[in-house]
């Protein structure tokens, strides 16, 4: 099953266990606890109230979710958030030939 993209806003990271606590934007309020996040992006870079990019290896499967990107300033500092009006498009490939 192809993976999707969703845009989300950080709530919480654990810099010892490298896992965020996510709020992903979108019709549906949905709250993911323990979402890997990717080695390049930092820790200083996961601060509380950051728009992020949660790619999902499966959707619709919360177990496959990792941070890949934060965007922005903080959602609420004045600075509007990074992701406004920002479409994101991507194609996953897997597999061999």
Partial sequence: MPGSMELGVVRAFD??????????LG??????TAVAVAAHVSAADMAVGRECVVLFLEEHEPDSATV???LGSPVGDGGGGG???LAITFAL?????
């Fill in 15 to 24: 810099g010892a266990t490298r896992k965020a606590a996510v709020r992903l």
């Fill in 27 to 32: 019709g549906l309020q949905t709250y993911l």
């Fill in 68 to 70: 890949v990107a934060v």
């Fill in 83 to 85: 992701g406004a009006g």
């Fill in 93 to 97: 490939v897997l597999g061999g030939d």
